[in-house]
């Protein structure tokens, strides 16, 4: 079978498109030669016409294209969608970026704006920024399938530093054409639910087939990289737990409460803030107009879904542990004894109940702190595979 990258064409600021799609056009036929016929390749070319985004310090966030891009992929029924656009994009660690590959949701960004040799005060040349386009839409697209980067600066997926490295990566080698045709099987996702009623089935499935690619997102978003991008999440959590954690009546519940009740309640804490995470920073399962559910929709959802539950998990874990520590080293064993009203709170289960019960209400008051940190930065983990 044939599988289908769509090229979207997508001006943001410009009134007049044909030299954007005139460099676009001429790109995409060298993008398919490069592709040819034997890999199973076909691009289709198609535009997206006014989107409402808006710049900040000139520059416009990907992830409102990606955004875009996760409707579009569905209602054109294209495997994989690159979008072309020819404003500035904005980077998190660069100081600009020319291309967001997202393997999770099978979309890439692309930015002519920095392509065109005349942006660096040279004359414009149309050819030359057509075949940078050509490279960079290749480079982009092997992302998405998963090819990793090569050593070689003659390479198409030479991890290139400059604009002006693109013009010498053409190559592709056999064991690239070998790896792309072995991969895109498994990174298209082209399947739907059949209808609203088997939805839940068809979800498991898509789960199943996609365990690997699921897990392979959830490492690179990397629990404690994504938890270093949520720092009001965090000073909000450890403000709470350090009220708590000299409260007397905490120490009531420790000394009272049955350690069971308190596991119960640390696994409510922990997806209950997975939930309030999930809520602020997914985008959410994008359905097409028909109703159908994409298993790439169901991928994406499951590896956001388990991201920030790692995330949270381990918080807790860190609190609990950091609590339990603060007990047995520096906390006055006469306050355990005269501080809970029932009983002393001086046994090692106490102890444990106790930084339970706390790491709980913590994560539970981070996850409402943490839904004034950057969506943008967050998204850019969870979605982001790298910025070119």
């Known amino acids: 079978m044939d599988y289908v990258v769509g090229v979207m064409r997508t001006s943001v600021e410009i ?9 676009v056009d001429a790109a995409l036929a060298r993008f398919r030669r490069t592709l040819a016929p034997s890999l199973g390749v076909r691009a ?36 994989f969608l690159l979008i072309v656009t020819e404003v500035d994009l904005a980077a998190s660690t660069l100081s600009f970026s020319v291309a967001l590959p997202s393997q999770l949701t099978n979309v890439g960004v692309v930015s002519t704006k920095r ?37 070689e600066p003659t390479n198409v997926m030479y991890d290139f530093r400059s604009v002006e490295e693109l013009d010498g990566m053409d190559g592709v080698t056999s064991g690239q054409r070998e790896e792309i045709v072995r991969n895109l099987p498994i990174e298209a996702r082209e399947r739907v639910s059949r209808g609203t009623h088997g939805r839940w089935g068809f979800a498991l499935r ?7 690619g699921i897990g392979r997102a959830v490492r690179r978003a990397n629990p404690f990289r994504l938890l270093g991008r949520l720092p009001t999440m965090m000073t909000a959590a450890l403000s709470v737990v350090i009220v708590l ?21 640390s696994l409510l804490a922990v997806f209950g803030a997975t939930f309030a995470l999930y809520r602020t920073f997914a985008f959410g399962a994008v359905l097409g107009r028909d109703r159908m559910l994409s298993e790439s929709a169901v991928v994406t ?8 539950f790692l995330t949270v998990a381990l918080l807790y874990l860190i609190f609990v542990a950091a609590l339990y520590g603060g007990i047995v080293t520096i906390f006055p064993l006469r306050l355990m004894e005269t501080w809970p009203t029932v009983d ?6 106490d102890h444990i109940k106790l930084s339970l019960f706390i790491g709980g209400l913590g994560v539970l008051a981070g996850s409402l702190g943490g839904r004034a940190d950057s969506r943008d930065i967050v998204r850019g983990v969870l979605f982001v595979d790298e910025e070119s």
Do not use: C
């Open 344 to 349: 002393p709170a001086v046994r090692p289960v």
């Open 245 to 265: 954690f000299f409260s007397p009546e905490m120490w009531d519940v420790a000394s009272t409460v049955a350690l069971y009740q308190l596991v119960i309640f």
């Open 115 to 151: 392509l065109d040799p005349g942006f660096w005060g040279e004359g414009g040349d149309r050819t030359r920024t057509a075949d940078r386009l050509a490279r960079l839409l290749v480079h982009t697209l092997g992302h998405l399938l998963n090819l990793p980067h090569h050593p």
């Open 44 to 79: 289709e070319v198609f535009s997206f016409l006014g989107p409402h985004l808006t710049p900040n310090a000139g520059t416009y966030a990907p992830l409102d294209f990606l955004r875009i891009g996760l409707g579009e992929k569905i209602e054109r029924d294209v495997h």
């Open 301 to 308: 959802e499951a590896a956001t879904v388990l991201s920030l």
């Open 15 to 23: 009134t007049d498109d044909e030299e954007f799609n005139a460099v």
């Open 206 to 212: 898509a789960l199943l087939l996609n365990a690997r």
